[in-house]
């Protein structure tokens, strides 16, 4: 109480001095003499990991704001790696969201707390209180009603926390959003966490390939760095070529066709598409690298129409009597 006398302090303001100096004292002394809301000092406490006094604080909360103080104290506990306190806090979210239903509901939905401890665990790589948010979710069928309601996975490549990565990529019924996560890798030159998503992404993605997916979405940069760290083949080159010059002809397309690895099958077929759907300035540029088959050109030539039996004429000379 002296503290408060000498600072000027407002009760709300003890109550956090209190919980931040671990005065358990003070802070039953103010509980004891004033009525306030104790949301902020609620939330520091959870930082702390100190369930006495977020016990002691729990019912000075305000009953609308009731919602978003467990939220917000769900997210300092698992940012600061509490677990016990994390495990506390979704519980007593839940169990506050279910009764009664009322105004306080239409911002939140009842999965949201599991979601935020996993997300700020997983940013701040505590794979502990991680493993339990996921735990939790599954356990609570959370997942089958919002598979993709965190996005742990893309905080933990974020921060480069390999070992929360690895541990989430083992979790599949999640609809991790692997692009995303990716994308971050790449950018911090994060070579692990690439080589652990580019070889889990078949598993999220239907089967397609990482590296295919990047060229088809014109991404020069992530194509250009997965080629030099994973090798991939040359068919996956050819389907990466294809798929990259569907509807005109990108930066992606010419460095595939640089590094001297796209097929001519996968050249033939790109010429194919062109024809097939009347893209002109598609198949005069392909056309120009002089890589196509003459069977493609003759085919191509029997299917089009007269611009584009024009556009060969004009761009392949040397299949003239061919065509």
Same mark, same amino acid.
């Given at each position: 109480?002296?503290?408060?006398?000498?600072?000027?302090?407002?009760?709300?303001?003890?109550?956090?001095?209190?919980?931040?100096?671990?005065?358990?004292?003070?802070?039953?002394?103010?509980?004891?003499?004033?009525?306030?809301?104790?949301?902020?000092?609620? #939330? &520091?406490?959870? %930082?702390? /990991?100190?369930? *006495?006094?977020?016990? !002691?604080?729990? @019912?000075?909360?305000?009953?609308? $704001?009731?919602?978003?103080?467990?939220?917000?104290?769900?997210?300092?506990?698992?940012?600061?790696?509490?677990?016990?306190?994390?495990?506390?806090?979704?519980?007593?979210?839940?169990?506050?969201?279910?009764?009664?239903?009322?105004?306080?509901?239409?911002?939140?939905?009842?999965?949201?707390?599991?979601?935020?401890?996993?997300?700020?665990?997983?940013?701040?790589?505590?794979?502990? #209180? &991680?493993?339990? %948010?996921? /735990?939790?979710? *599954?356990?609570?069928? !959370?997942?089958? @009603?919002?598979?993709?309601?965190? $996005?742990?996975?893309?905080?933990?490549?974020?921060?480069?926390?390999?070992?929360?990565?690895?541990?989430?990529?083992?979790?599949?019924?999640?609809?991790w959003k692997l692009d995303a996560a990716f994308e971050k890798a790449v950018e911090n030159v994060d070579e692990v966490i690439v080589k652990m998503l580019y070889e889990a992404y078949p598993l999220y993605a239907d089967g397609d390939n990482l590296f295919v997916r990047m060229a088809r979405d014109s991404r020069t940069d992530a194509v250009?760095?997965?080629?030099?760290?994973?090798?991939?083949?040359?068919?996956?080159?050819?389907?990466?070529?294809?798929?990259?010059?569907?509807?005109?002809?990108?930066?992606?397309?010419?460095?595939?066709?640089?590094?001297?690895?796209?097929?001519?099958?996968?050249?033939?077929?790109?010429?194919?598409?062109?024809?097939?759907?009347?893209?002109?300035?598609?198949?005069?540029?392909?056309?120009?690298?002089?890589?196509?088959?003459?069977?493609?050109?003759?085919?191509?030539?029997?299917?089009?129409?007269?611009?584009?039996?024009?556009?060969?004429?004009?761009?392949?000379?040397?299949?003239?009597?061919?065509?």
């Amino acid at each position: 109480m002296e503290t408060i006398n000498k600072l000027a302090m407002t009760p709300q303001e003890a109550l956090v001095e209190a919980v931040t100096r671990n005065q358990a004292r003070d802070l039953h002394d103010v509980l004891c003499r004033f009525e306030c809301d104790s949301s902020d000092a609620f #939330v &520091v406490a959870a %930082g702390f /990991g100190n369930q *006495v006094a977020m016990r !002691l604080l729990r @019912s000075g909360i305000e009953y609308l $704001d009731e919602l978003e103080v467990l939220a917000t104290a769900a997210a300092a506990a698992a940012k600061n790696g509490m677990l016990s306190a994390a495990k506390y806090l979704i519980l007593e979210f839940e169990h506050s969201f279910q009764e009664p239903v009322d105004e306080r509901n239409a911002y939140y939905q009842f999965d949201d707390a599991t979601w935020v401890v996993m997300d700020e665990a997983a940013a701040e790589g505590h794979l502990d #209180v &991680v493993k339990f %948010g996921v /735990g939790h979710a *599954v356990k609570s069928d !959370l997942v089958a @009603s919002s598979p993709f309601g965190s $996005d742990a996975l893309y905080c933990a490549a974020c921060r480069g926390h390999a070992d929360v990565v690895r541990f989430l990529l083992d979790q599949p019924t999640f609809g991790w959003k692997l692009d995303a996560a990716f994308e971050k890798a790449v950018e911090n030159v994060d070579e692990v966490i690439v080589k652990m998503l580019y070889e889990a992404y078949p598993l999220y993605a239907d089967g397609d390939n990482l590296f295919v997916r990047m060229a088809r979405d014109s991404r020069t940069d992530a194509v250009e760095y997965l080629y030099d760290k994973v090798h991939p083949s040359p068919t996956l080159v050819g389907e990466a070529f294809v798929d990259a010059a569907r509807c005109y002809y990108t930066d992606v397309a010419e460095f595939l066709l640089t590094t001297g690895r796209v097929p001519t099958d996968a050249f033939d077929k790109a010429v194919s598409n062109a024809v097939s759907s009347g893209r002109i300035s598609l198949l005069k540029t392909l056309s120009s690298k002089k890589r196509a088959s003459p069977q493609v050109l003759i085919t191509a030539a029997r299917l089009g129409q007269f611009p584009i039996v024009k556009c060969l004429l004009n761009v392949q000379r040397h299949s003239l009597n061919a065509l």
